[in-house]
């Protein structure tokens, strides 16, 4: 059974750093696309940043210059590295495993870590 287990949030003042992990088990996890997702009650998820298999990385405009997404396939882990967080960066932050293959998607989800940006 696939699980996703974030950790890492918590309170942290505003242009402090945070290092988001996420444990996965049950997955071929080398094969997956993993992702970070937040979301604030009342808006929609968005994406944060993203790293295939073959380690290609992206990010959404909110993390563009400060986050840092990478993957250990050793630890079946991902990480998200926030530096200069802002209150703006308050939210759940979810991860999330991607495999596309050719007939079928399998799509899975964390619960969910709490980050808190405030002085």
């Known amino acids: 059974q696939a699980q996703l287990v974030e950790s890492g949030g918590g309170l942290v003042q505003p242009g402090g750093s945070l290092r988001l992990s996420c444990a996965a088990s049950g997955i071929t996890f080398m094969f997956y696309d993993m992702n970070w997702f937040r979301q604030v009650p009342g808006k929609q998820r968005e994406l944060v940043a993203g790293i295939t298999g073959g380690r290609k990385t992206n990010y959404g405009p909110s993390a563009q210059g400060r986050f840092t997404i990478s993957r250990d396939n050793n630890k079946k882990t991902v990480y998200l590295q926030m530096n200069n967080l802002t209150p703006e960066d308050t939210a759940v932050y979810f991860c999330?495993?991607?495999?596309?293959?050719?007939?079928?998607?399998?799509?899975?989800w964390g619960l969910g870590t709490q980050v808190t940006v405030s002085s």
């Open positions: 999330n495993a991607v495999l596309i293959g050719e007939r079928d998607r399998r799509d899975y």
